[in-house]
């Protein structure tokens, strides 16, 4: 199979050897039920150890192996070999700063997850056990709490790619609005009063990348259409 | 002193280029069904069309929401694209420069609209 893979190192030098490059790659490989993962792993393994990239639970829980293939971000070790028109191209995930190969500075991102405050506030008095919720509040939650932090959908939004430092990026709003729909918390008119600008929520133009790459099929885009329609109800 | 909320603005926008869309939406079909209703088409028709009160308010209406929705979108587009160091200027400049346009092509539909009598 053949690879052509991002090969980044700042550290590695100056000049011409230190700026990023396509690198070819030929894995004599099965990639019967295989997934890109399991492809990268072997390259490092067999054919270049300088190769870096992140991976940790490579299952699709921990979010830690998105990258772009073929131009549509993913993450590496859900995604079959199977299928995928070769030479494979795997860059890091756009946008965002290279810290080596395909690893990318998330720095960005994790400052927009900070921003919206992403924990229940509540000021009550801590009940015995724990806070209750009806069955109702809580399916509220299904398609929000589900979210990996993988950054798949933020870095293929071109309103955070013009906006990196300003949008706070699906993921984030998705992630506010899962603390605004929570019936427990009791902070929902700050949450909105922070979101409510021009470009922290409004340079979402509903472009729907966000939906189409999210690995856990959820639906960012609607979340921040509830969080518009939460906010046209308040200002009525 | 830190700022931290959020600019409180945005949402009258994007609500008014919804609206304006709506507005759009429901004036054309009822426009071309009037504009279709007749049976030949020539200046004279075409200027009858638009003699009564009703239609040139609606009209006016929909130039108003057309102008709207498209300054909305430039404004959103200015936002997205127009990027410096120093970018309060650039983008005031644009502001003003297509505020002071679309303002006047309102003011000369109002013109042609009110002409036909």
Request: include cysteine; proline fraction near 6%; charged fraction near 20%.
């Amino acid at each position: 199979m053949k690879f052509r893979i991002y090969r980044y190192d700042p550290e590695s030098g100056q000049g011409m050897a230190n700026s990023p490059r396509m690198q070819d790659y030929e894995l004599d490989y099965d990639p019967q039920g295989k997934k890109v993962l399991d492809a990268l792993i072997a390259i490092k393994d067999t054919l270049d150890e300088s190769l870096s990239f992140r991976r940790s639970c490579r299952e699709g829980v921990c979010g830690s192996d998105g990258v772009n293939v073929n131009g549509t971000n993913v993450l590496a070790c859900i995604t079959p070999l199977e299928g995928l028109k070769e030479p494979i191209e795997i860059r890091p995930l756009p946008r965002l700063g290279v810290i080596r190969d395909l690893i990318v500075d998330m720095a960005q991102f994790y400052q927009h997850y900070r921003a919206v405050k992403p924990y229940l506030i509540n000021l009550d008095p801590e009940p015995e056990n724990e806070r209750l919720q009806s069955p109702a509040d809580r399916a509220e939650l299904d398609g929000l709490w589900e979210c990996i932090l993988c950054g798949c959908c933020t870095t293929s939004c071109p309103s955070f790619w013009w906006n990196p430092d300003k949008f706070l990026g699906p993921a984030a709003l998705m992630q506010g609005y899962r603390f605004i729909a929570d019936s427990r918390d009791q902070a929902t008119d700050e949450r909105l009063d922070y979101l409510e600008d021009p470009y922290r929520l409004f340079r979402c133009h509903g472009i729907m990348n966000c939906v189409e790459v999210c690995p856990k099929g959820l639906n960012p885009t609607a979340a921040i259409g509830k969080i518009k329609t939460l906010l046209v109800k308040r200002a009525l | 002193m830190r700022r931290v909320g959020g600019a409180h603005r945005g949402l009258d926008m994007w609500l008014f280029q919804r609206a304006s869309a709506v507005y759009m939406a429901l004036f054309i079909p009822v426009f071309a069904v009037c504009a279709l209703a007749v049976d030949t088409m020539d200046h004279e028709t075409w200027r009858g069309l638009f003699a009564p009160v009703w239609m040139k308010v609606a009209s006016l209406l929909f130039v108003v929401s057309l102008l709207s929705h498209a300054w909305i979108g430039l404004r959103e587009i200015f936002i997205d694209y127009v990027h410096c160091a120093r970018c309060v200027w650039p983008r005031l400049v644009l502001y003003f420069i297509f505020a002071v346009l679309y303002l006047g092509c309102l003011v000369w539909a109002i013109d042609i609209l009110w002409s036909v009598q």
